[in-house]
């Protein structure tokens, strides 16, 4: 049988294919890995919305005497972190903090029957502060007692107090805070019944 082969041609499963050298397929390959430009691509910038906070609510009153609570509605109209500065004015003072869910009478907080979400029985920091954690839309109570003074226990003061509170809302990405998104009800002073 005469010799039917190509010059150059190798046969390949009964077919005949020339031989390509890694340059050749090189050069084709080339010009396909660089398309477009000779520069690299941007780089992608995928940004991640931050928490934005707001200073929401503000209120101030004096005459705060000792053996006192205080009571302030906080309504919260949306899903949120609150956080609150509580000063007074003078540095012995024992000032108690308490914030939760549940609408209490002084009975109810004297006899230590109310449930919170932060209690803070203290002297010291001043100012207090607190951080809740995330918080659905609903109606919460501040809680402030001027502790008297208790010899015995050595704690409280005689002092006769003035009272700034500043409230913030954090709300979290893809919700937005909304005017009255959290406000303070009046300062209810809760008093001993005579």
């Not at 108690?96 to 209490?104: E, P």
Request: glycine content about 8%; overall charge neutral; charged content about 15%.
């Amino acid at each position: 049988m005469p010799d039917t082969r190509i010059p150059g041609m190798q046969p390949s499963r009964g077919r005949w294919r020339r031989p390509f050298s890694l340059a050749a397929l090189l050069a084709l390959a080339g010009p396909l890995l660089s398309c477009g430009s000779d520069t690299p691509a941007e780089p992608i910038v995928v940004i991640t919305p931050q928490p934005v906070r707001g200073v929401i609510a503000q209120t101030s009153f004096d005459n705060f005497e000792t053996f006192l609570w205080v009571a302030i509605e906080v309504k919260v109209s949306q899903k949120g972190v609150v956080d609150a500065a509580v000063d007074w004015t003078f540095d012995d003072t024992w000032m108690y903090v308490y914030f939760g869910q549940q609408k209490c009478d002084r009975a109810t907080l004297t006899a230590g029957k109310c449930s919170f979400l932060i209690r803070s029985e203290t002297q010291k920091p001043k100012p207090r502060t607190f951080t809740t954690g995330m918080l659905d839309p609903g109606t919460y109570y501040l809680y402030l007692y001027n502790v008297p003074r208790d010899l015995l226990l050595h704690i409280g003061s005689d002092n006769t107090e003035s009272v700034s509170l500043q409230l913030g809302l954090t709300i979290y990405p893809f919700t937005s805070a909304g005017p009255g998104a959290l406000q303070l009800g009046p300062v209810q002073p809760l008093a001993p019944r005579l």
